[in-house]
């Protein structure tokens, strides 16, 4: 039994040998170019690596990319982050994944199918930037938002986010119309973008 465990070990490291660490090799020997999407995703990951330092000092909790496209029609899309409702949290957001039109970034208390929810921040045309927004200024916001609307003191003093809600609203673009040189066949080209958002929060 051992025997047999023993060769099987051989055959999956020399399996990870020349599958996968020798074309590593050969890549860095030649000098071959990344692709377009590797380069891509070497950027990205540059960017996860500066969006959570925006963080500091700050504990980090999670972080959560966004891909998208850019469509011939406006459209968002929306994430949900989960707060500990006494800590005061920083969101760093990284927008340098967004090298075309500018996109606009909402902060909402409720997900979108409410319609009583309360707008607590908003930036308009972000594209290859970086910036944090922090929960108190937040806080402030929806207390006055429910002073104004009548609603008790003493209520309004124990206010807190539970959730927060993310919108991503992505502008319509005309599409680029190209044509394959070999096949003569016209097609559409398909402009992405991603923001990566980073969430850490105050541990004293």
Request: charged share 30%; with cysteine; glycine share 4%.
């Amino acid at each position: 039994i051992m025997k047999e465990i023993n060769r099987n070990l051989f055959f999956s490291l020399v399996f990870i040998f020349v599958f996968l660490l020798v074309p590593q090799f050969e890549s860095q020997r030649g000098g071959e170019e990344l692709t377009p999407y590797q380069a891509y995703l070497v950027e990205l990951k540059e960017y996860r690596r500066n969006c959570r330092n925006a963080l500091k000092p700050f504990r980090y909790d999670g972080s959560l990319t966004t891909h998208f496209s850019y469509k011939e029609y406006t459209y968002a899309k929306e994430v949900e982050i989960a707060t500990i409702q006494k800590e005061e949290y920083r969101l760093s957001f990284n927008a340098m994944g967004v090298k075309n039109d500018g996109i606009t970034i909402r902060i909402y208390d409720k997900a979108k199918r409410f319609t009583s929810r309360t707008l607590l921040y908003e930036k308009e045309n972000v594209s290859n930037t970086e910036f944090t927004v922090e929960t108190t200024p937040l806080v402030d916001k929806l207390k006055e938002a429910k002073r104004e609307d009548g609603v008790e003191e003493n209520i309004i003093a124990h206010l807190r986010l539970k959730k927060l809600y993310i919108d991503y609203i992505i502008p319509a673009t005309d599409r680029v119309i190209e044509m394959d040189q070999e096949t003569g066949v016209e097609y559409k080209v398909v402009t992405k973008g991603a923001i990566i958002l980073a969430v850490g929060y105050d541990n004293l």
